[in-house]
């Protein structure tokens, strides 16, 4: 089975602008959460999407959003980019969210200039 | 915010000898994870310990949870440079969906 894709790997942006990152997650499972790390304040939670809609929130501003698609595939997106928003993004995928693994992609790394 | 923190934050050990690792977190869990990452990629999953188990293996891993005391431990043994690698823990409380919440993990590193 193949595993959590994400794309793309590497980004760099300047502050101001937007970005949508892209997860594909392991065929059959419905959930995808999305997490954010940094090196300050760790792996932190942003949202969970499951059958397309938004299950879970974490404390993040509003400038960041995200969808999932019929197909599972979920986009997170960043407007109005700041430098403080440069960090590794992980998504992870599960079968139903719940009391279960998750199994997480390689992780998009943007960089905010 | 996390939920808990680990402790060492960082561990040097030789190949050979065994590597505890502790988590603590706040609040009451449905199940308590531990995943380890190697140089800033992805995640990987290793262990799941629910609320009512007390004690895990798998391989040369063993987990244990004390949901009185809000903690859990992570034991390697006999441990290989392989193995070095940040470890995290992550709670999931009941009615959360997916929602992990992440410890600030334990950088270890295993010496050949």
């Known amino acids: 089975k193949a595993g959590v894709t994400q794309t793309p790997r590497y980004l760099i942006k300047t502050r101001g602008q937007q970005v949508t990152l892209s997860c594909s997650p392991i065929?059959?499972?419905?959930?995808v959460s999305w997490y954010q790390q940094t090196p300050g304040q760790g792996l932190q939670f942003l949202f969970e999407y499951f059958s397309e809609t938004q299950r879970n929130k974490g404390n993040f501003p509003g400038r960041f959003s995200g969808r999932q698609f019929s197909n599972s595939r979920s986009e997170m997106n960043v407007s109005t980019l700041e430098l403080g928003d440069s960090a590794l993004y992980l998504c992870?995928?599960?079968?139903?969210?719940?009391?279960?693994?998750?199994?997480f992609g390689p992780g998009t790394r943007l960089t905010v200039t | 915010s996390q939920q808990g923190e680990e402790d060492p934050q960082a561990l040097s050990i030789q190949e050979g000898e065994n590597a505890t690792m502790n988590c603590s977190y706040k609040t009451s869990i449905n199940n308590l994870q531990w995943y380890r990452q190697n140089s800033g990629r992805g995640l990987v999953h290793l262990i799941l310990?629910?609320?009512?188990?007390r004690e895990k293996h798998s391989g040369r891993l063993r987990v244990t949870l004390d949901t009185s005391k809000k903690s859990s431990s992570l034991l390697i043994t006999a441990s290989r440079a392989a193995d070095t690698a940040s470890y995290f823990c992550a709670t999931l409380k009941n009615n959360q969906g997916g929602k992990l919440i992440f410890g600030q993990g334990t950088e270890l590193s295993v010496k050949p």
């Open positions: 310990i629910r609320s009512n188990e």
């Open positions: 065929s059959g499972h419905r959930s």
């Open positions: 992870a995928s599960s079968y139903s969210g719940g009391a279960e693994e998750q199994y």
